[in-house]
Structure formats: structure tokens, C-alpha cells
């Protein structure tokens, strides 16, 4: 549990073992968390399997002992306190449909299939009401992170997977208060349990109404002294000391740790706590699953692998037909209904959580904790790969999901039927919208594509060219006119998806200009070799303008501002050199034509400039340049007088109307 062990006859040796102990989980948290990140899966599988290979019933470098589960206790007494940060009542009454009809649904449902098996099986029923609750949890972690990838979090499966997720969440709190009372004499179980969840709603009402305010006035008194050591300090103290609170009531710790963080999370200091608790709180959470993983015993597994896969198809079985079912029976489509059940069908890591702290308290026998660790672990392996085939299962099986998709295009496309050399915008949130301005000054047609359905509703509805989609698809970009489009903007800083996406536009319009953002200038390298024509990196633009204010207010004249900016923004953006330079100058009186422009060329096989090079084409004598060369076969093409152009090469050429019209026609025809 949560305090030491004083009695400890011989402290040194005990101190010298855990430290020993500490070191081991250390060194295979950090084994297993590299090995993860390189092969792309949740560090949580990497920290069970770690825990299983070197655990006791394997190689036996880690000892199952008591300092070990003291020390993987801490791990879930914060996790509880994070999600506790994250609850948040508004956000709770905004999706009781989904949390209160799906998400309750679902763990009632789960726990009546499970717990009916288990009892059919054998089990006793306080065993079968722990694993049918252990069963309902999903991967909060995996899950989150996933749909937070896919940019599938505002889509109708993804609000209904993350409400669930919210309930299973909440769900966990109560179980933890009962699981330590069913091990009391059936006589006084009933008593033993009222007692529990009495202490935990009178706890959780002094919370409410005089908690907070206690709360905010204690933070608030170390925030004054303005120490982040301080703070971090306070942090500790108020988890660990709630969580020694309950304990000494007679709860479980997790629970103190919950309710600290719920205190917290409607006060000021949310996100400054949440930033310092999260350290310590991956650290020890990485603990607490290589000691679950130690449970595990391998030869068991293998011995016993015919029944495990079985166990595995039924656990994802029932819980999918659960889920479906569900969803359709609050009207969910039957697309949205599949792809909710395909989500949430695995396991997730409270699981673990309720199923170690059943062992320990002797609810649950541990030969039965083997097969059924064993298929939660498997199904959160295989959870990354249902998520990958989940929409092909969903066309595959699912009719109407054809239809709707289909309408979706339609309406993609009679946005854009009659656009012409028009921009396509992917992503309409705030620097979507500030871009589609200055378009429209420009009297530019653009198209955006978006996932938030009440944004695209909304913008839609005041009739802008919006349509619901995702952009990385290739039937949606064909929809959004792209093999006429003039040029695609990427307004959104995922790395990941902005990659995916050149991808496909690449495939099917290697000459379309591609302009994206990141949030790293190392990002925009990635993306200069995939082909994007320019990358505005975000840390770039704000220490560009932060200096542009600071020169201004430090007394440096205008002129000198505007210049200076000027100059670091060419240094770093090719395709504006040259830009600048004397048109401020020049002043009102320079008209559009003699302005310097933009002109993309694609040179088709009869091309005069194929297989010659930049020096024998001259065009600077025309007055046009070069800015840059697009090469379907190697994204960086170096500009120079050496440079020699091939079949299917994108030329950007820079100059005055008359100028890029002449290099147009001396590249093309000579």
C-alpha cells in the first residue's frame, strides 16, 4: 500500500533491494518504451511484455515482491489523479446522451456477458463481477492517441468512442471502492459494501461544495511565491496525501488520488499541474504495468495458447455485437455503429488495474488472472490493427456505407464543378478561415475540406465553400476538383497526415504547388523531400514577428523594421527571393503587370527544353528565373546554370506577366 514499511527488521538490506528493484524497472522501462517507439506501438504493450519475459515465471531479473507492488501503486494513484484533472462536468453534460446511454450501455452490458460466462464457468460471482468489469475498459491511451492521429475525433465515431471512453473512465471509481469489500463474509457484505460507497459519496459531497474553494486558496497561496519547485512540491503533496486519506478510510487510494485531481481541475492551475504531474506519473505508470506483465507466465500462455485465442475471439466478439448494438439503438448509422464497435472492442489498461488489485485482495484466484491477462494484452496488440482495416471492414460489411459515401462526394463535388483553377484548402479551422479571406480579396476560388461536422455546418450554412471530408483521401481530393485545382494549402501542423496526404497528391498531380505548415523548422525538411513547394514553420513565423515588435519598440525606424523583415523571411522562404526587393519602393505607380509573379510549367515529353539544361535555356534574358524544379522522382531538385531538365519536370518560373509568358514559351517550344 501507499505507507512505508517501518518494521522492517534489517532497513539497510531492505533499502539496498528496493533500490536494486528500482534500477531493474528502470533499465526495462527504458528497453521497452525505445523498442516500441521504433516499431510504432503504445509504450503500455512494450512495459506488460517487458514485465512478462524478465518477470519471475520467465527469466526471473525481476522479482515479484511486495516493494515492487508498493512501487506500481504509485502509477495508478496517479493515473487516477490525471483523470480526475480531466473530468470536467461541463464537458460531461454536453455528451450524456453518448456517456449516459452508450458509455453505461456498454460497462452494464459487458459486465452482464462476462459476468454470466464466468459464473456458467465456474467462478464465484465477486470473481465474475470483477472481470466482467475489468473486460468493459477500453485504451483510453491507445484509443485518444489514435483518433487524435487519424484527425477522426470530431467524426461521429470518434465523439461516441471518446463519450464511452469518458463513462468507462467514471465507471472505474466505484469499482475500485467495492473490490476491497467483496472479500468480507457474505453476511456482512452487504453492510461492508453500503458502508464503502456511504464513505465515498460523503467524501465526494464535501468535495464538491467545500473542497474547491479550499482548493483554489491553497494554490493560490504557493503560486504567489512563484517557486515552480514549490509548486511541483504542493503538486506531490496533495495526490499522495489525499490518497493516504482515503486509505486511512478505508478506500482505495486511487480514489483520494481521483478526487485531488477532480478538485483541481476546475481551478486555474489545471494545466500548470497536469504539466508537472505528468513525469511522475509515466514513470511510475510504466512501473505498474511491468509488474501487471510479471503476472503473466509465458510457458502457461504457450501451454494453453488453443484456449487463450478462444478466450481473445470472444472478448472482441462480444464486446463489437455489443457496441453495435447499442449505437443503433440510439440511432447511431449502421457505418458509425461498426466502426465504434471495431474501436472499442479491445481491452484497456484499468483493466489491468481492476484485475491486479483483485489479486491482491484475493477476489480473483491468480491461475485465473493467466488466460485472461493474457487476451487483454493480445487485444491491445491487435487494437492498432483493427483501427488500420476498421473502414475497409466497414465497406465490406455495411451496404449503405457505400451510399453514404457516395452522397458525400457528391455534395464534395457540386461544391467545385464549376471551379476553375481554384485553391483547396484542407482544414477550415482558424488559419483555414484567416486564409480563405484573404483569397476572397483576391477574388481566388477555393474549396476547403474539414472534419468538424458542426463547423463545416455552420460554415456552410453562411455559404462558404466547405464541405465535410477527409483530405488525405484521394476520392475526396478528385471530388474537391484537384485535377484542376491551382494550388492545395495544408493549414494543419500534423506532421504525420500532412506527409500522407503529398503522398497521394503527388500520385495524382505531381505539378500541383503544395503549401503546408509545421510546427518545426526539422518538420519542414521532411516535407521539402516529399514535395511540398513551401513550408511555413510556426516556431519560424512567431520569433520572425516577435523580433519584428520588439525592433519596432526598441526605437529602430519603420523602414528598417519592414526591411529586416524582409530579409529574414528570403533567407528562408525560396520561393519569395526577389520578391521584395523595389516594389515598396517603386510605390503605386508600379502596375500589376510589371509585378513579379508565380508561374508553374509542366514540360510534356515534345517539350524543347527536355534534356537540356538551365545555362543552355537562358531564360534570364527574357528576364525570367528559376525558383524552383518539382521532380516526381526526387522531391529536392538543386537549381542551378548545370541543371539539366527532364520529362514530367515541374518548372517554377518568376518574373513580370511578360517575362514568365516568354520563359513559358521558350521552355515549352523554344
Known amino acids: 500500500m501507499i505507507g512505508a514499511n517501518y518494521n522492517d527488521p534489517n532497513p539497510a538490506e531492505s533499502a539496498r533491494v528496493t533500490l536494486h528493484l528500482i534500477l531493474l524497472l528502470l533499465a526495462a522501462a527504458v528497453l521497452a518504451v525505445a523498442a516500441c517507439r521504433s516499431f510504432g506501438l503504445p509504450p503500455i504493450l512494450g512495459y506488460l511484455l517487458v514485465g512478462a519475459l524478465a518477470g519471475p515465471h520467465a527469466l526471473g531479473v525481476l522479482p515479484d515482491t511486495e516493494s515492487a507492488h508498493r512501487l506500481a501503486e504509485f502509477g495508478v494513484v496517479f493515473l487516477m489523479f490525471t483523470i480526475g484533472l480531466e473530468f470536467s462536468l461541463p464537458r460531461l453534460f454536453a455528451m450524456q446522451r453518448i456517456v449516459f446511454g452508450l458509455g453505461l450501455g456498454q460497462v452494464l452490458l459487458t459486465m452482464l456477458a462476462v459476468g454470466a460466462s464466468a459464473l456458467l464457468w465456474g467462478v464465484s460471482w465477486q470473481a465474475s463481477l470483477v472481470l466482467g468489469g475489468a473486460l468493459a475498459m477500453s485504451s483510453t491511451a491507445i484509443l485518444s492517441k489514435l483518433l487524435a492521429d487519424r484527425r477522426e475525433l470530431d467524426g461521429p465515431h470518434g465523439r461516441e468512442v471518446m463519450g464511452v471512453l469518458l463513462f468507462q473512465d467514471l465507471a472505474v471509481v466505484p469499482l475500485l471502492v467495492l473490490i476491497p469489500a467483496l472479500m468480507q463474509p457474505v453476511e456482512t457484505l452487504a453492510y461492508e459494501v453500503g ?176 488466460p485472461i491477462l ?91 465553400p466547405v464541405s465535410w471530408g477527409d483530405c488525405t483521401r484521394r476520392e475526396n481530393l478528385l471530388a474537391a476538383g484537384i485535377m484542376r485545382a491551382k494550388v492545395l494549402v495544408v493549414t494543419f501542423a500534423d506532421i504525420a497526415t500532412t506527409l500522407r496526404l503529398v503522398h497521394n497528391v503527388r500520385a495524382m498531380r505531381p505539378d500541383l504547388p503544395i503549401v503546408a505548415r509545421s510546427r518545426e523548422e526539422e518538420d519542414a525538411e521532411k516535407l521539402f523531400e516529399a514535395g511540398v513547394a513551401e513550408v511555413v514553420p510556426e516556431a519560424l513565423e512567431s520569433s520572425v514577428m516577435l523580433a519584428t515588435h520588439a525592433l519596432a519598440l526598441s526605437g529602430v525606424p519603420m523602414h528598417r523594421v519592414i526591411r529586416r523583415l524582409r530579409e529574414l523571411r528570403e533567407q528562408h522562404y525560396a520561393l519569395l527571393r526577389g ?71 515541374v518548372v517554377v518560373l518568376r518574373g513580370s506577366a511578360a517575362a514568365v509568358a516568354a520563359g513559358e514559351e521558350r521552355l515549352l517550344g523554344g
Not at 504457450?302 to 485465442?309: E, P, T
Not at 443503433?328 to 483493466?351: D, N, Q
Not at 457516395?406 to 464534395?412: G, H
Not at 537549381?639 to 514530367?648: D, K, M
Open 579 to 649: 520578391f521584395f526587393h523595389g516594389a515598396t519602393d517603386a510605390g503605386a505607380s508600379v502596375s500589376d503587370a510589371d509585378q513579379p509573379r508565380l508561374h508553374a510549367v509542366t514540360l510534356d515529353a515534345g517539350a524543347w527544353a527536355v534534356g537540356r539544361s538551365l545555362g543552355e535555356l537562358a531564360l534570364e534574358k527574357v528576364g525570367a528565373g528559376v525558383t524552383a524544379i518539382r521532380r516526381r522522382t526526387q522531391p529536392v531538385v538543386a537549381v542551378g546554370s548545370e541543371t539539366t531538365l527532364q520529362t514530367g519536370d
Open 374 to 464: 493474457a487476451a487483454m494484452v493480445l487485444s491491445m496488440l491487435v487494437a492498432p490493427l483493427i483501427v488500420h482495416f476498421s473502414d475497409r471492414l466497414v465497406l465490406r460489411f455495411v451496404a449503405s456505407e457505400w451510399l453514404l459515401r457516395s452522397m458525400q462526394l457528391t455534395q464534395i463535388a457540386a461544391r467545385t464543378v464549376t471551379s476553375d483553377r481554384h485553391a483547396i484548402l484542407c482544414g477550415f479551422g482558424k488559419t483555414g478561415q484567416h486564409l480563405a479571406r484573404f483569397l476572397e480579396s483576391e477574388k481566388i476560388g477555393f474549396v476547403a475540406l474539414d472534419l468538424d461536422p458542426e463547423r463545416v455546418r455552420e460554415a456552410a450554412a453562411a455559404g462558404e
Open 195 to 370: 458502508q464503502a460507497l456511504a464513505k465515498a459519496a460523503l467524501l465526494l459531497v464535501l468535495v464538491l461544495f467545500l473542497g474547491q474553494r479550499i482548493m483554489r486558496f491553497w494554490f493560490g497561496l504557493v503560486a504567489r511565491r512563484k517557486s515552480g519547485e514549490l509548486f511541483m512540491l504542493n503538486v506531490l503533496l496533495v495526490t499522495l496525501g489525499f490518497a493516504t486519506l482515503t486509505e486511512a478510510a478505508g478506500l482505495s487510494p486511487a480514489l483520494g488520488a481521483f478526487v485531488a485531481g477532480m478538485l483541481i481541475s476546475e481551478t486555474e492551475y489545471r494545466y500548470q499541474v497536469e504539466e508537472d504531474i505528468r513525469p511522475f506519473r509515466d514513470v511510475l505508470l510504466g512501473l505498474f504495468f511491468v509488474s501487471t506483465g510479471m503476472l503473466l507466465d509465458p510457458q502457461a500462455i504457450w501451454n494453453d495458447a488453443a484456449r487463450l485465442l478462444a478466450l481473445l475471439a470472444l472478448l472482441l466478439g462480444a464486446k463489437l455485437a455489443i457496441v453495435v448494438l447499442l449505437s443503433r439503438m440510439l440511432g447511431g448509422a449502421p457505418g458509425t455503429a461498426l466502426r465504434t464497435g471495431l474501436w472499442l472492442c479491445t481491452a484497456g489498461e484499468f483493466g489491468f488495474v481492476l484485475v491486479v488489485l483483485a489479486t491482491q485482495t484475493g477476489v480473483v484466484d491468480p491461475v485465473l488472472v493467466q
